[in-house]
């Protein structure tokens, strides 16, 4: 079985993206609004943190207390959308419950929308003629075209409809080009029978959210699969009380799938990865635009 590690992926994509900071004028700057003390959340700003120090790029992030009122979260956005000095600008997710997400999400400016999670920017991925594509989504594309999957013709199936993960994804690989032109099957809850229908794929995305609930009998001998999952699971043996696993039941895996993306380690850094390049996309299409 193939393991598609994402991390020499990342590692080649943050490289590329420091050679690039070094010769441009200035260097992307990106905002991160991280409202509340979600823990997960928490680590994934430092992380987002962290690969901008790599790669040259400004950041800050903006922290605002879990009880933050609407009218502030949108005060802050609409500070970033004017700042000059501000290339993208992301909202981690999730915001505290008390808020409207949908209408912070809308509140970014669509050319700073660097998660690709603004109505425009979705809007244009349904019509055929992406924008700012959301990181997952374009992070599994990069990482299936650099082990050198085969996407065009094949039987997909994603398993999640998400807006973030799933019907992106299944969308991309529905879009005409090299790494579109699949049979495409959008599963979710209510899906019958599931594994009749992932049993089909030849490229499988699970994107549930719910720890190893994929199986062997889901999936076909020798098909691709893409564990989008980031699951906690209680661990007492571990350093921090959990470990991490995917959507998939990794261990039941060999001998059978084609290839694996492993959890952590695989569609994870992708994530990361792609944030920086909307981010440096965001700043070029602004100086083009006269805008920076
Ligand atoms: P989400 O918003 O909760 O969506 C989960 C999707 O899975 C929904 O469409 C849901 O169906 C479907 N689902 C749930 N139970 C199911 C079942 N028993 N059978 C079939 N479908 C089922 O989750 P998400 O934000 O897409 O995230 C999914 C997973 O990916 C999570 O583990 C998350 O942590 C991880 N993730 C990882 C990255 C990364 O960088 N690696 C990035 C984002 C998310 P319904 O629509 O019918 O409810």
Redesign the pocket.
Known sequence: MLVLDGRPVRDAVLADLAAKVREAPRPPSLAVVLVGEDPASQVYVRNKEKACAEVGFLHQTHRLPADALQSAVLDLVDRLNRDPGVDGILIQMPLPAALDAESVLQAVRPDKDVDGFHPQNLGRLVGGRPGTVA??PR?VLRLLDHYGVTIPGRRVVV????????RPLALLFNLKGRCGDATVTM?????PD?ESVTRQAEILV?????PE?LRRRHIALGAVVVD????RVADPGARKGYRLV??VAAAEMAGHAGALTP?PG???P???AMLLENTWEAMVRRREHGDA
Do not use: P, Q, W
């Open positions: 990181c997952t992070g398993v999640g409809r998400s807006v973030i993960v799933g599963c979710h809850s209510r899906t599931l699970a994107a549930i959210g719910v609930f989008v999952g980031m699951n995917g959507d959890v695989g569609v994870g992708m994530t990361i």
